[in-house]
């Protein structure tokens, strides 16, 4: 009698373990995946010097994928859209041509803004303005 009891704890304290190792699992799964990743579904660049730019390219530098456009205007813009994807965050390279020179910044790598509304499809937007500095910035999508 007294090693049928002592199975049974051993059973019960074995229940209580998988039980509380459940919990603990499924409580980090649920932080981990509270916020969703980024999505935008275009990438947008935007010339705001005053020349030409020429052969600009965005890659993907893992992948290779390139985002290209042969001549974007002063003061205006080239775009893109597609089925929206989610932002991984990995290193590009950029590359352009301005006043008969090759400039290019990276590897670099675009990181989500701290706070954003999973539920919006974003833009991507790339800015270049004088001596050559590149700001990002992520707006709502208009199209989808």
């Known amino acids: 009698m007294l090693h049928q009891a002592a ?16 919990l603990l699992m ?6 981990l995946t509270s916020k ?3 999505r935008f579904n275009g990438i947008e660049i ?23 456009c042969g001549i974007i205007l002063h003061r205006s813009m080239c775009m893109n859209g597609f089925h929206a ?3 991984e965050e990995n290193d590009i390279v ?3 041509e301005q006043r008969g020179q090759q400039h290019s910044i990276g590897p670099v790598r675009v990181q989500s803004p701290a706070q954003y509304d999973p539920n ?18 992520f707006k709502p999508a208009r199209h989808f």
Not at 26 to 31: D, L, N, P, Y
Not at 46 to 68: C, G, P, S, W
Not at 120 to 137: D, R
């Open 7 to 22: 199975r049974l704890r051993v059973r019960a304290l074995r229940c209580l373990c998988i039980l509380v190792c459940f």
């Open 26 to 31: 499924t409580s980090c799964a649920s932080s």
């Open 36 to 38: 969703s990743a980024l």
């Open 46 to 68: 935007l010339n705001l010097t005053n020349d030409d730019i020429r052969n600009m390219q965005i890659e993907v530098t893992e992948f290779h994928r390139k985002f290209a």
């Open 85 to 87: 994807r989610e932002l």
């Open 94 to 96: 950029i590359t352009w």
């Open 120 to 137: 919006i499809i974003y833009v991507v937007q790339f800015a270049l303005g004088t001596n050559h500095q590149m700001s990002v910035a």
